[in-house]
């Protein structure tokens, strides 16, 4: 910067109506599936009971909205199109709000970087329309209409060429509006919805009867698919004034990205950091890394215990008790999951038919299967320390070949069966009144020990070491008051942490368990979890994977041959043992073959 260059005096300009409502546009209608999102939920607060949305070139072109609500009185069309006028709110409590839409931007804004056309009636009344372009709104005129309000935006963003530029492909938009209406469709059973793209219906779901839970669980499996119902836990939690609700999938149900997580307080689709990190948390040490829960929570509350004008497109939340949040659906989500006990996905069973089904002749041949080898060779002593699973038989000398064991007295109405053989050394063949379960002994083995230590370690507290010379952390001071308001929860985790003057933390233990653990790059480490989601369960995930590492090296290994007394009591263990579906590191320990099923891979059924 020049030091001698001239001083210009800034002049101040009052921009116009027009530039203002282009400016805001720029935050609330960044793609047309904004645009959608904020015209549906329009409609919601309208009461609609259906909904039905048609796009044309990824909404570019064309994006209509049809809806059969209140509507609106020719003499109000005007107003709608005036910033910050609204019927939703009277202005005198901002945390009072209850409907999708409060600030009166939407519209506004539409009408600023599009071509907008508003036509709408009251019951009883008469059929009206306005046109607004660019900014500049034409006079009301009458107009044949039915009930409710129908609202077209064509040329999108034409008042703002240089905003097209940064909008995707036609295709990639469509799916943008389609996941949109989705994520609204599965927070109002009640209300039917259409979405049609270029003249081609892409989603229909009809309006939903019953009762609420009943409802809504009709409407995400059109939604989100029977298999998830079908591999979902049902949620129901309330704390201090917070309801969660909703379906968490199994872990062994997981995906590949974020992509089948939906939050909602009070009804409103967010995408939440705290929230988000609370379903994290909950899945933390049954889901392989790299792998996503899917899950539908809903959250509700008195609308005085959330902000939610804390973003122009209202997309994130913010709670009177950020942690008491968090912690209701990390609580939930544990709970549901232990009460899960041995279920695995339906769809491994599936997969493994799949597997078996023989390739037409002229197929290539498939790609050898990824296999998970086990290299653990825990002494026999140490397997008899560790290891009770409550069967009078149960020793772990070396047993004779179980392969092919005799009838055992265990009962086939049990959910896993009656060991019948094991293969290779490593898989329990069961037998169960409708097919046969397969289980690997090892994984599964592994998660009942892990299960049992995580108990032991709950119930007795982490054991902790001090360190002979405390180990000083200079930190900025508000990072220091940041994690010295925790001291409390690490000390629980056996990390013991004390003020040292200015900003300095001193560390004076740390769990026993941890020997060689970094205390400097770890409290850096909680505190990059704390300013980026109000909680840090990173103490918590350490501890957790020396846990599991102790439950590999005193597991059943692969290649250890097991009694039909010894492979029963496995399998009695699994059932009594939460989140024993899957192993440590996500992964299923078993999985179901229908007897319909196999009977079908040799013809015997059609």
């Not at 300009?13 to 904004?34: F, T």
């Not at 709608?80 to 019927?87: E, F, G, K, V, W």
């Not at 002494?379 to 009078?392: F, G, K, V, Y």
């Not at 049992?452 to 002979?468: D, E, F, N, P, S």
Request: include cysteine; hydrophobic fraction near 45%; aromatic fraction near 4%.
């Amino acid at each position: 910067m020049n030091s001698h260059a001239p001083h210009i005096r800034p002049v101040i300009r009052q921009l116009d109506e027009a530039v203002a409502n282009r400016i805001a546009a720029g935050e609330v209608v960044e793609r047309p599936a904004s645009a959608v999102k904020e015209l549906v939920e329009n409609a919601l607060d309208a009461g609609a009971s259906r909904i039905d949305i048609a796009i044309q070139d990824g909404g570019k072109r064309l994006i209509r909205v049809c809806d059969d609500g209140c509507g609106m009185a020719p003499e109000d069309l005007p107003l709608a199109l005036s910033r910050h006028a609204t019927s939703k709110i009277d202005g005198t409590d901002l945390l009072a709000i209850r409907s999708f839409g409060f600030r009166g931007e939407a519209l506004p804004s539409l009408g600023a970087v599009g071509r907008l056309t508003i036509t709408s009636r009251m019951r009883g009344g008469e059929g009206a329309v306005i046109a607004v372009e660019g900014g500049r709104a034409a006079p009301v005129r009458p107009a044949a209409a039915n009930p409710g309000t129908v609202v077209e935006l064509r040329d999108l963003f034409f008042a703002t060429p240089a905003r097209l530029k940064f909008l995707r492909g036609d295709r990639a938009e469509t799916m943008a509006v389609a996941e949109c209406v989705r994520r609204l469709a599965m927070a109002e059973p009640f209300v039917g919805f259409t979405l049609n793209a270029d003249g081609k219906e892409i989603f229909r779901a009809d309006a939903e009867q019953g009762e609420l839970f009943d409802a809504l669980t009709i409407r995400l499996s059109r939604v989100m698919g029977q298999d998830f119902i079908d591999n979902a836990i049902p949620l129901d939690a309330e704390r201090d004034g917070l309801r969660l609700s909703g379906l968490a999938a199994l872990p062994t149900y997981s995906r590949g990205a974020a992509v089948a997580q939906h939050v909602y307080v009070n009804g409103r689709p967010v995408r939440d950091k705290l929230l988000t990190g609370a379903l994290r948390a909950g899945y933390m040490d049954v889901l392989a890394s790299g792998r996503h829960p899917a899950a539908v929570l809903y959250l509700a509350c008195d609308p005085q215990l959330v902000d939610v004008n804390v973003h122009p497109a209202k997309a994130e939340v913010r709670f009177r008790d950020p942690q008491g949040a968090r912690g209701l659906v990390v609580s939930a989500l544990r709970h549901g999951l232990a009460t899960a006990g041995h279920r695995a996905s339906s769809t491994m069973g599936d997969a493994t038919l799949a597997a078996f089904r023989a390739e037409p002749a002229a197929a290539p041949a498939p790609a050898a299967p990824r296999t998970y080898q086990m290299d653990y060779r825990p002494s026999a002593t140490a397997i008899r320390a560790s290891l009770d699973l409550q069967a009078p038989t149960m020793g772990f000398a070396e047993a004779p070949s179980a392969r092919a064991e005799e009838e055992s007295a265990a009962p086939l109405d049990a959910p896993l069966g009656a060991a019948r053989a094991q293969i290779h050394e490593n898989y329990i063949i069961a037998q169960t009144e409708d097919g046969l379960v397969i289980v690997d002994q090892h994984a599964a083995h592994e998660r009942l020990v892990y299960e049992r230590l995580k108990v032991q370690a709950a119930a007795t507290g982490i054991a902790r070491q001090a360190l002979l010379i405390p180990e000083i952390v200079e930190l900025p001071d508000a990072d220091a008051a940041r994690i010295l308001s925790i001291a409390g929860d690490l000390a629980e985790l056996g990390l013991v942490i004390e003020p040292f003057g200015g900003g300095a933390v001193a560390v004076r233990e740390t769990p026993a368990m941890l020997a060689r653990l970094d205390a400097r790059a770890l409290i850096r480490d909680i505190l990059d979890d704390l300013a980026d989601q109000g909680a840090s369960d990173r103490l918590r995930g350490r501890l957790d994977a020396v846990l599991s590492s102790m439950a590999c090296h005193g597991s059943v290994r692969s290649g250890r041959r097991m009694s039909a007394d010894e492979m029963n009591a496995l399998l009695r263990e699994m059932e009594r043992t939460p989140r024993s579906g899957q192993c440590n590191h996500g992964r299923p320990t078993w999985v179901k073959l229908r007897l319909s099923d196999i009977e079908r891979l040799f013809g015997r059924k059609d």
